[in-house]
């Protein structure tokens, strides 16, 4: 009755106003025309009985309305009007594009593969409620011609750090639909979980499929399980299971491509026959992220371990009709197979130069047999060590170069690089997210991803066959949590594989994503509502230091203070670059809707000193991973904080020495640069910094030497500023090494390699 009441006082022009269309991925033309289709019991679906290949389409069809109205369309009986699913040949839409007209009397989807009517199907199944509603169904009338950008539309889920359940693949594999992906990657074997059932092996699930339940335990801090605990955590698919997901996933468009990892992260398969290690000697299967002195690789130089593996892929190959066979291939500690006497010999038998040209014979020797049985290998990008397989396929997630490197040899690459397509990492500001393995992959970010490397030539291109997100689950132990970490970073990936480049819009997402967030909300699906650190940015423009800060929030306005007091919505409202003429702390919070959004305000410390703008001069190159905003970042003004991947720059296995010409002699009486320690990513204080003056800069005096204080065991992440005061002195160059600290302490997972160092900033008073 009160809904009645709320209806009929609603002014009438709002019932004549469009419904809006906010499809995700944004097609490639769409046109809203007047009217719309209401789907109804007079409403059948049709297909030509001549193509029968649209029945499961046609199901599906049927089967989804019913889930949201309990309507049962008919197919192919006649009735007043109707959805008619049609294949058709029509070059300019290629394999899984479609056209989809809607109009007052009818609704038709066309296109030349089943492929494209599934997606036709799908955009049309955007503009429909998300869950069971006895509203009506009601069709915007409308023109759409759809196709996708790119052939490899992928995600990724570990489903060995943790097991989820065949419902919880379906239920991902839906999201997967939904937003037109059409590779589901399947991560089922790794360290601490072997997840297929291999009818030869029964011990790789019986064994290998459950660990001693650490989950109270932080990944990294896991001990080796004991023989006297119990294996309780973990689980398995059967064939059984397989074989329907796959079918349930072809129903979608989705191929589905198993990751059978090999040669190294298979400590799970050793635990279960320990013939596969180079030591032979048994083991547990992993609880977390504690390798010490754990088998993890197959032996190389052991013939039985090939059989064993041929083996494994036969079933792998008579289960999954994927094209691709993922074979893993990445992070492989080849230690052991520098001590283990078959790995030796087989690198002198086969001709082999050392162990990177090992792992690539054990990858070629892999190849041979997947290419016998007509299908194709993909690998991590560290297959190109040693060599490259001949026909395979790269996974780039070291970055892109690795992606770059095999398009430039003639190989198909799928792009899935860390920055930004890792979902593992952070969404949001860390200070109010759950915990993640690391890195800030925001919405925007995905969004802003172009999966074609400028290095490459048009050619060159053809090779990238799309882009893949990939969800790591150390810290994913939950349902939930799986949907949070894909939700909605998916949606803008979608994006970045389907639409045309030039239909891209940033704000038009937003906009469009509202309306999915509140089928989420009705579906009860977790998500992350939004980044809404504010990011400060330091320029210099003129001589002159200025802040920027930007929101990526929708909607979202900055407010900030100067004085060190917390910002809220009586601060100051950013409106343009903040000058900095004094050293100063700058906070910032995100404001939507009057509310103020950040947990913790983002804040920057800004240092106004003599060096600042001035260029630096690096004996040692500086990583390329770690380059903050560019060359000058040491001297611009803004000092890192324990966020590592923002304003350090970062230098592994070498001294850090950087030079400044500060362009005039000027009176110096103190020099200072700030180090990060960060023991779990090895970032370590330098063991001394050194600081040297010099009028020429040829000739340098040195000024002072300052210890490290800080233990090289402890594990909070922590800034220290190494600072030399003097009384003043002449100089126009100034110099400072920081002393990188040779070997990781005992007990480290890196222990005795070099640490890295993270410096920021170089200041001159
Ligand atoms: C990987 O993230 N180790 C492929
Ligand atoms: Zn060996």
Redesign the pocket.
């Known amino acids: 009755m009160k809904y009645l009441l709320i209806v009929f006082f609603f002014p009438a022009f709002l019932f004549a106003q469009k419904k809006q269309i906010n499809i995700i991925p944004v097609p490639v033309s769409l046109q809203q025309t007047e009217g719309a289709f209401i789907i109804n019991e007079q409403t059948q679906i049709e297909f030509s009985t001549q193509s029968k290949q649209l029945q499961s389409a046609a199901n599906f069809l049927r089967n989804t309305i019913h889930e949201i109205s309990g309507l049962s369309l008919p197919i192919n009986k006649k009735a007043k009007q109707k959805i008619q699913l049609a294949l058709i040949k029509d070059a300019a839409i290629g394999e899984e594009g479609y056209q989809l007209i809607v109009s007052t009397n009818a609704i038709h989807i066309k296109a030349n593969t089943p492929a494209g009517i599934i997606y036709g199907m799908q955009t049309l199944l955007q503009t429909l409620p998300a869950v069971r509603t006895n509203a009506k169904l009601t069709v915007p009338c409308m023109q759409v011609t759809d196709y996708p950008r790119f052939k490899w539309r992928g995600m990724h889920l570990d489903v060995s750090r943790h097991f989820f359940g065949p419902n919880v693949i379906k239920q991902y594999l839906d999201l997967l639909a939904t937003y037109k992906f059409n590779t589901f990657h399947w991560h089922l074997v790794d360290d601490q979980g072997w997840r297929i059932e291999i009818k030869k092996y029964p011990a790789l699930t019986n064994t290998g499929a459950w660990r001693v339940d650490q989950t109270n335990l932080v990944w990294g801090s896991r001990p080796q399980a004991k023989e006297v605990e119990a294996p309780t955590y973990g689980g398995y698919y059967t064939q059984a299971q397989i074989k329907e997901i796959i079918a349930y996933a072809a129903e979608r468009n989705i191929s589905v491509v198993p990751e059978i990892e090999m040669p190294g992260h298979v400590a799970s398969a050793i635990a279960s026959y320990p013939f596969l290690s180079c030591t032979q000697q048994s083991q547990l299967p992993l609880t977390g992220g504690n390798y010490t002195n754990m088998a993890s690789n197959y032996c190389a130089g052991n013939d039985s371990v090939f059989h064993f593996l041929e083996d494994v892929l036969t079933e792998v190959i008579q289960l999954f009709p994927s094209k691709y066979i993922h074979i893993g291939g990445?992070?492989v500690d080849k230690t052991s197979w520098k001590k283990c006497a078959k790995c030796q010999q087989r690198i002198r038998k086969e001709n082999l130069k050392d162990e990177d040209e090992l792992q690539s014979y054990f990858i070629k020797r892999i190849e041979k047999f997947v290419t016998s049985k007509k299908r194709k290998i993909i690998g991590?990008d560290e297959i190109l060590e040693g060599g490259l397989a001949p026909d395979a396929t790269v996974m780039s997630?070291r970055g892109e170069a690795g992606g770059i490197a095999a398009a430039k040899m003639k190989h198909d690459v799928v792009m899935t690089p860390g920055n930004p397509v890792y979902f593992d990492h952070y969404q949001g500001d860390p200070a109010s997210e759950p915990i993640a393995i690391g890195g800030f992959n925001t919405l925007k970010k995905v969004y802003d991803y172009e999966p074609l490397p400028k290095e490459l030539s048009e050619t060159e291109a053809k090779y990238v066959l799309g882009a893949q997100a990939?969800l790591?689950t150390e810290y994913v132990t939950t349902p939930k949590q799986v949907e949070y970490m894909v939700l909605p970073r998916m949606l803008a990936l979608s994006e970045v594989l389907w639409s045309p480049t030039k239909m891209k819009d940033w704000v038009g997402f937003n906009e469009r994503l509202q309306q999915h967030f509140k089928g989420f909300d009705q579906r009860g699906l977790n998500y992350s509502k939004g980044n809404f650190k504010v990011d400060i940015k330091p320029i210099l423009k003129e001589g002159k230091l200025y802040a920027i800060l930007s929101t990526e929030a929708y909607k979202g306005q900055v407010y900030y203070t100067t004085n060190g007091d917390q910002p809220s919505i009586k601060s100051y409202l950013y409106e343009s670059p903040v000058e900095i003429n004094s050293s100063v702390t700058i906070k910032a919070a995100t404001v939507v809707n009057s509310e103020l959004k950040s947990v913790v305000p983002a804040e920057q410390q800004f240092a106004l000193h003599k060096a600042i703008g001035k260029k630096v001069n690096y004996t040692h190159p500086i990583s390329r991973y770690y380059m903050a905003d560019g060359p000058n970042s040491l001297t611009d003004g803004i000092k890192g904080t324990t966020a590592i991947n923002k304003f350090w720059h970062g230098i592994a296995a070498k001294d850090l020495i950087a030079t400044v010409d500060l362009e005039e002699e000027k009176n110096i009486q103190l020099l200072s640069l700030g180090c990060l320690q960060n023991y779990n990513d090895w970032i370590m204080m330098p063991e001394w910094v050194k600081f040297e003056v010099s009028l020429d800069g040829i000739h340098f005096t040195l000024v002072e030497t300052v210890a490290n204080t800080v233990s090289t065991n402890d594990k909070t992440a922590q800034i220290k500023n190494f600072t030399a005061s003097f009384s003043s002195m002449k100089a126009r160059f100034v110099r400072v090494t920081a002393k990188v600290l040779d070997q990781l302490p005992k007990g480290h997972s890196g222990e005795g390699k070099p640490a890295w160092i993270f410096a920021d900033e170089f200041i001159v008073e």
């Open positions: 990445d992070e991590w997630w990939n790591w």
